[in-house]
């Protein structure tokens, strides 16, 4: 043991606890006393001859000095055992001038810095902290506010920040603010950070990372609205979001529908001197397209101009989207050729890709197979997407064969037709009448290794049900099924529709079924078409389970329900069932339409009672409803079948006076009506008004007149009232 007196702090070694003795560690001889004193604490656990070691030192230190000591140790458990030590020691120990809340700011230090046992240790130094009553600095505040936080102990946090308000210790700058907002944040108490913002005004003003913190948070929170706010406020204090914040906060804004906020957030930044870049002019660009208000993103574009920001591809390919979009290609070409000419952005594919769907789309497509010549010049190459807008353009025009062609040409460029591709050309081919076909290419793309998916078997389906092959379609489900291929809600739909046209009712009712098994709801249109199918087979009782069952699985009937349903028992004459259908309509919220009286209308018509159905006609007005040119000529026709000529006349001026132009049908019924009178001059007026009007004759107007008409000066004004359309004028024989 080496002489006590002589002391360990100021030698060129220290003696190392190892095994219960002591071993030499090199220093080098200008180390500081207080580095070795440090490395004495950090190297050795305590015991009598560590205390005998820094007895022998500790009263040259200064408070300084001791405060350095305590935050050199390293180890909050040894810095405690230390400063407890020399506390001990008072008044011999300068520790006993130390400012103990300096000290413990530093042992706090150390135990948040320590990588494994941090909260523990914490919570032991805490402990000592309330022993010695010491006072709360700001510093030390802030480091008990953040260790709370991780120890998610949100209300001590805030516990801690009340104290220091309460001690009425001035609060300058932010970071105490800020380390309490973080905590806040982290665990969704927004309500109360924002109130903390407001409190924060009246003591000091905030900085960047403020804003930041709470901003930030608000907006990973998809909270807007109160992001919009804070921006606001905080441009008021001369703090603004940066570019890549006040980008997202105008998307949020724009994507919530409030284009006007996001305006306002915008300038706001822009009218105090914020910076902006184009990314946030491009997302409120994007935000205004979707609005299609054209007049505002011009007067953002002349204010980037202003500023001088330079719009880029993505201002530019935003702005010919929206332009497409809304039909405005002329106007979007416009923009392209203004951008070429000006050089400063070169377009890629995705704009030539943007301008060729949108010319296709309003039945441009040689100017779009044109636009396509013109992408080598900027060093682009047609993809899949150019080829899948030119091949569904032409699809959509019927153009099938020069579909099929693009497609050639698309192999042939070594494009690789994808799903899309696919699925637009059986579309297009199932819709024009081309089902055969469209089979026939699908087992071609298939031998290419190209499977179907829902979409591609939804296509085919439907041409097989359009043509009323529904045993094809039925084959076609069964195949996808098998091949892993589960059927949508729109492929049920189309089943249950070419199931009931087909007048295979009940298979289609055990399609409903099975698409709920599946998981699907079906919806109104559904049992619609069923229910119109049992009524027009005239199996009533099918049709009105079908009607409970609606009601069953929470679906409201609608008007066209309760209509299809009042038709089939005007129809059938059930009069009675037809008002009681009337009345649940009533009650259910919906209300009768013109569709609803022409059936009824139709109903009284047919069975006899022509003056009821005139009284119906003649209450629609009372109940807000105008009569259209089919109920008109309903009772036109039954009018006139009835031989009352005058009133059916008088309801065609009737008409006339309420702005319903009579059609060929109205002209017919009159005609047959006048013809039952033999009122040959009033039927020739009618045929001077119908010249008048452009209202072409057609094959029942010619054979009501030639089958009335006998007299060859008759028969010459009928075949030159004809003449002018497509009838068959020799047909009328003047002989």
């Known amino acids: 043991m080496r002489n006590p007196s002589v002391g360990l702090l100021p030698s060129s070694s220290l003696l190392l606890r190892r095994n219960g003795s002591f071993s030499h560690r090199s220093l080098s001889v200008d180390a500081s006393p207080v580095e070795l004193a440090a490395n004495l604490l950090r190297s050795n656990e305590w015991s009598p001859e560590v205390e005998k070691e820094l007895s022998s030192r500790l009263p040259s230190f200064s408070p300084s000095q001791l405060l350095l000591l305590v935050e050199r140790i390293g180890d909050s458990r040894k810095a405690l055992k230390f400063f407890e030590w020399a506390k001990s020691r008072v008044p011999t120990c300068p520790i006993s001038r130390v400012h103990a809340p300096s000290a413990f700011f530093s042992m706090f230090k150390l135990a948040l810095g320590d990588p494994v046992d941090s909260l523990s240790r914490m919570e032991e130094l805490i402990g000592k902290f309330d022993e010695h009553r010491s006072p709360l600095t700001l510093d030390s505040a802030s480091l008990l506010i953040k260790y709370f936080g991780r120890a998610k102990s949100v209300e001590k946090s805030i516990a801690v920040f009340e104290e220091v308000k309460k001690s009425r210790i001035p609060i300058r700058r932010p970071f105490l603010y800020n380390n309490l907002l973080d905590v806040l944040v982290k665990f969704d108490r927004f309500d109360r950070a924002l109130e903390l913002i407001d409190e924060m005004l009246c003591d000091c003003a905030p900085n960047y990372v403020t804003f930041l913190i709470v901003f930030s948070g608000l907006l990973k929170k998809s909270r807007p609205l109160d992001a919009f706010r804070l921006a606001e406020k905080m441009a008021t204090h001369g703090v603004f979001p940066d570019a890549i914040h006040l980008t997202q906060l105008i998307s949020k804004l724009c994507n919530i529908g409030e284009r006007r906020k996001a305006w306002i957030a915008l300038h706001a930044v822009m009218d105090k001197g914020g910076k902006v870049d184009v990314p946030s002019f491009n997302a409120l660009l994007a935000g205004l397209g979707r609005d299609c208000d054209f007049s505002k993103m011009n007067l953002l574009l002349s204010e980037m101009k202003k500023l001088g920001v330079e719009p880029n591809i993505v201002t530019f390919s935003?702005?010919?989207?929206?332009?497409?979009?809304?039909?405005?290609?002329?106007?979007?070409?416009?923009?392209?050729?203004?951008?070429?000419?000006?050089?400063?952005?070169?377009?890629?594919?995705?704009?030539?890709?943007?301008?060729?769907?949108?010319?296709?789309?309003?039945?441009?497509?040689?100017?779009?197979?044109?636009?396509?010549?013109?992408?080598?010049?900027?060093?682009?190459?047609?993809?899949?997407?150019?080829?899948?807008?030119?091949?569904?353009?032409?699809?959509?025009?019927?153009?099938?064969?020069?579909?099929?062609?693009?497609?050639?040409?698309?192999?042939?460029?070594?494009?690789?037709?994808n799903m899309i591709t696919m699925?637009?050309?059986?579309?297009?081919?199932?819709?024009?009448?081309?089902?055969?076909?469209?089979?026939?290419?699908?087992?071609?793309?298939?031998?290419?290794?190209?499977?179907?998916?829902?979409?591609?078997?939804?296509?085919?389906?439907?041409?097989?049900?359009?043509?009323?092959?529904?045993?094809?379609?039925?084959?076609?489900?069964?195949?996808?099924?098998?091949?892993g291929v589960a059927p949508d809600f729109v492929i049920y739909c189309t089943l249950i529709s070419g199931l009931s046209y087909a007048e295979r009712l009940d298979e289609a009712r055990s399609y409903l079924n099975l698409m709920k098994n599946d998981g699907f709801c079906p919806d109104n249109v559904c049992y619609n078409i069923l229910i119109n199918g049992f009524c027009n087979k005239k199996e009533f009782d099918k049709a009105y389970e079908m009607l409970v069952e609606m009601e069953k699985v929470g679906l409201k009937p609608d008007t066209v329900t309760y209509n299809t349903l009042i038709r089939a028992a005007c129809r059938d004459g059930d009069f009675s069932s037809a008002h009681e259908l009337i009345?649940?309509?009533?009650?259910?919220?919906?209300?009768?339409?013109?569709?609803?009286?022409?059936?009824?209308?139709?109903?009284?018509?047919?069975?006899?009672?022509?003056?009821?159905?005139?009284?119906?006609?003649?209450?629609?007005?009372?109940?807000?409803?105008?009569?259209?040119?089919?109920?008109?000529?309903?009772?036109?026709?039954?009018?006139?079948?009835?031989?009352?000529?005058?009133?059916?006349?008088?309801?065609?001026?009737?008409?006339?006076?309420?702005?319903?132009?009579?059609?060929?049908?109205?002209?017919?019924?009159?005609?047959?009506?006048?013809?039952?009178?033999?009122?040959?001059?009033?039927?020739?007026?009618?045929?001077?008004?119908?010249?008048?009007?452009?209202?072409?004759?057609?094959?029942?107007?010619?054979?009501?007149?030639?089958n009335w008409f006998s007299s060859y000066e008759d028969l010459s004004k009928i075949r030159s009232f004809l003449e002018e359309t497509n009838i068959n004028v020799h047909a009328v024989s003047v002989c």
Do not use: W
């Not at 153009?399 to 192999?411: C, K, P, Y």
């Not at 290794?449 to 069964?478: D, P």
């Not at 132009?661 to 006048?674: C, D, E, H, S, W």
């Open 318 to 417: 935003t702005l010919i989207n929206n332009l497409c979009k809304s039909h405005r290609v002329d106007e979007a070409l416009h923009v392209f050729e203004n951008m070429t000419e000006a050089g400063g952005c070169v377009p890629d594919v995705i704009m030539f890709n943007t301008l060729i769907d949108g010319l296709c789309k309003v039945g441009r497509r040689q100017e779009g197979l044109a636009l396509v010549g013109r992408m080598k010049e900027f060093g682009c190459s047609q993809n899949v997407v150019t080829y899948n807008c030119l091949i569904d353009g032409f699809c959509k025009a019927g153009e099938i064969d020069g579909a099929r062609e693009l497609f050639t040409q698309m192999v042939n460029d070594e494009v690789r037709p």
């Open 423 to 483: 699925n637009c050309i059986l579309d297009g081919m199932s819709k024009n009448g081309r089902i055969g076909n469209a089979l026939e290419f699908f087992r071609g793309m298939e031998e290419k290794g190209l499977k179907g998916n829902a979409v591609t078997y939804g296509c085919l389906i439907n041409g097989f049900c359009q043509v009323n092959n529904v045993g094809k379609a039925l084959a076609l489900f069964e195949e996808m099924k098998q091949r």
């Open 583 to 706: 009345e649940k309509m009533i009650a259910n919220g919906s209300v009768a339409s013109v569709v609803t009286y022409g059936s009824l209308i139709h109903g009284y018509s047919k069975s006899g009672n022509l003056d009821q159905a005139i009284n119906l006609f003649s209450s629609m007005p009372k109940v807000g409803l105008s009569p259209n040119i089919v109920i008109y000529n309903i009772l036109i026709d039954f009018l006139s079948v009835e031989g009352r000529v005058d009133e059916a006349l008088s309801l065609m001026n009737d008409m006339r006076a309420k702005g319903i132009i009579p059609n060929v049908i109205t002209y017919n019924a009159m005609l047959r009506g006048l013809a039952r009178k033999n009122l040959r001059g009033e039927a020739f007026q009618l045929m001077d008004q119908m010249k008048e009007q452009g209202c072409d004759p057609d094959n029942m107007t010619a054979e009501v007149l030639t």
